[in-house]
């Protein structure tokens, strides 16, 4: 235990690593300050009793760390944001313009993320109205309903929504780790006093029977330990390069590995999925023939939408894997500097076969994340956890604790980097000893 606490001391011996380490609390303490700035004109105790009925509304609040249930300047999170994204990463491919600016390097890029930010106002705006609606359809929440309502909660929400997205790329840019996913991760890690809580108080009211405790935790522990496997998981492929001859010098003719991840997309394609999951929910209280139709045929949880989400995270998992990794690029420098994947030719022949090697792995991964988002449900029918709210359930075992496990991951990864470039010993390597002290 003593290693990985050395690791955590050695973080703030190093200046740049330590300034990054404070600005990214302090960001974190702002957003979570924010997210207590009420909106005028709503009762916010008459909100409350509406979220203790559970649904979408209680697992969007989830992701907004409690701000859309109290209805402050952030009830919207950040996910119009990541909507945007996701809106702009299809239309890449398709608008020619859009896909030139994307091939044009860093200043192409900041034109994208422009193009994202002016979607994200769009969908705030869009989202507001709809929420504003939905606020005054419920009784005795909204003081003062009518236009001027409407108005205040676009220019809060908006504003809030707009600022978060600051906050992020300023931790992303100044701190440590991408800060949009840290933002989420603060949300869902604010909400876990409140899950632990409604489980003791389940337990004491016989609503939820200790073996079956124990059982979620048990799954929480495995579900832990899974998307540790798989987020960190590659498949190792040997390339041989040749031995070059410089002066009295020789060169390579070694054989290196090139890893492929398993779950090359990360969490972003649970993220994507659950965004847009949302935003046909939001409208079933803003819109009464969408919510008819959604109460119908699309209630949170059941089969229809648990199989759209998963086809979803399917979906995403090999669209992103597609953005990011270019088979063509990668032959072609192993081409260039002469290495060679043994019993395949050089050139397109490589490239079709890291194709097909990526596809089959991100099907794993893929389907692994699928999987993870359905578990809260499939729980939910063999424990029989009497949980309407799903907030337990959703906490212990499905999204949000892939979403945990991956963000502090990476962010763990990163922490590392720095260090071992100051040739401090990370976690890895403290890891290393551990085990090899116990051997």
């Known amino acids: 235990m003593a290693q990985p606490i050395e690791a955590f001391r050695n973080a703030f011996k190093i200046p740049e690593l330590k300034r990054r380490l404070l600005f990214t609390l302090i960001m974190v303490a702002i957003y979570r300050l924010g997210c207590y ?17 559970g649904g ?11 701000a859309f249930s109290q209805a402050t300047v952030f009830a919207l999170g950040i996910m119009p944001y990541i909507s945007a994204s996701i809106i702009v990463s299809l239309l890449i491919p398709v608008i020619p313009s859009l ?43 909204v ?43 603060i949300s869902i890690i604010s909400r876990a006093p409140a899950a632990i809580g409604l489980m003791f ?22 579900v832990v330990a899974a998307a540790i496997v798989i987020t960190t998981g590659q498949r190792r492929i040997p390339v041989q390069y040749p031995r070059q001859v410089k002066g009295r010098k020789i060169y390579g003719g070694q054989r290196n590995y090139l890893p492929l991840r398993v779950n090359q997309a990360g969490v972003i394609p649970i993220i994507f999925a659950s965004s847009i999951m949302m935003l046909p929910s939001m409208l079933q209280n803003a819109v009464p023939v969408v919510g008819d139709f959604m109460s119908r045929h699309f209630m949170y949880g059941g ?40 019993g395949v030719r050089p050139g ?22 699928a999987l993870i988002a359905l578990l809260p449900n499939i729980v939910s029918a063999v424990v029989r956890v009497n949980d309407p709210s799903h907030t337990l359930l959703s906490f212990f075992g499905g999204t949000t604790l892939l979403i945990l496990v991956g963000v502090a991951l990476d962010t763990v990864r990163q922490i590392e980097q720095h260090l071992i470039m100051r040739s401090y010993d990370g976690f890895a390597g403290a890891g290393r000893r551990i085990r090899a002290r116990r051997g």
């Open 37 to 53: 700035v009420p909106t005028p004109g709503i009762d916010g105790s008459k909100l409350a009793d509406q979220f203790g009925r």
């Open 56 to 66: 979408i509304l209680g697992f969007y609040d989830l992701f907004s760390g409690g």
């Open 99 to 141: 896909e030139k600016l994307s091939k044009t390097g860093h200043e192409g890029q900041k034109k994208i993320t422009e193009y994202t930010r002016y979607g994200t106002i769009g969908l705030c705006i869009i989202q507001s109205i709809a929420i504003a609606v939905m606020l005054q359809g419920m009784p005795e929440v």
């Open 143 to 185: 003081a003062r309903p009518g236009v001027g309502f409407i108005m205040m909660c676009v220019l809060s929400f908006t504003t809030g929504t707009a600022f978060i997205m600051w906050l992020g790329e300023q931790i992303s840019e100044s701190g440590i780790g991408n800060g949009i996913s840290l933002i989420i991760f």
């Open 201 to 222: 108080r389940m337990i004491r009211n016989d609503q939820l029977g200790v073996l079956q405790a124990g059982m979620l935790v048990i799954l929480m522990v495995i």
């Open 303 to 342: 089969l229809a939408y648990n199989m759209v989400d998963a086809i979803l995270i399917i979906f995403f998992s090999f669209f992103y894997t597609a953005i990011t990794f270019n088979p063509v690029e990668i032959a072609d420098n192993m081409k260039k500097y002469g290495g060679v994947i043994m």
């Open 348 to 369: 397109r022949a490589t490239a079709d076969y890291l194709y097909k090697v990526m596809n089959r792995i991100t099907l794993v991964g893929s389907l692994f994340l």
